[in-house]
Nanobody
Framework: QVQLVESGGGLVQPGGSLRLSCAAS????????MNWYRQAPGKVRELVAT???????DYLDSVKGRFTISRDNAENTVYLQMNSLNSEDTAVYYC???????????????WGQGTQVTVSS
């Protein structure tokens, strides 16, 4: 069964950096878009960054110039490098991917379990 496993969250001071990783398990034929979402307490989940298979990226306006999304297609992994973090970046970050699993005839959306990022002094 396909799973997305995230790592890299934690507590960081304002101005600091973190790198999130999300690895897709085996049993995958192909991955299309890979995305990072976040959800802060009391707020709706929002799309932070997206990258397609060819490497084209897009970002939430508030993170442009500070966050960088990248992926390793050979390892089925997506990363989110977060720099110049501030308190408004505090949230649970979720990995999401559009995947064609082995043995299935259709694409499916998968989500990671979420990783907490807390920016505080």
């Amino acid at each position: 069964q396909v799973q997305l496993v995230e790592s890299g969250g934690g507590l960081v001071q304002p101005g600091g950096s973190l790198r999130l990783s999300c690895a897709a398990s085996r049993g995958i034929l192909r991955i299309q878009d890979m995305n990072w979402y976040r959800q802060a307490p009391g707020k709706v989940r929002e799309l932070v960054a997206t990258i397609n298979r060819d490497g084209t990226t897009d970002y939430l306006d508030s993170v442009k110039g500070r966050f960088t999304i990248s992926r390793d297609n050979a390892e089925n992994t997506v990363y989110l490098q977060m720099n110049s973090l501030n308190s408004e970046d505090t949230a649970v970050y979720y990995c999401n991917a559009n995947i064609l699993p082995l043995g299935y005839g259709s694409w499916r959306d998968y989500w990671g379990q979420g990783t907490q990022v807390t920016v505080s002094s």
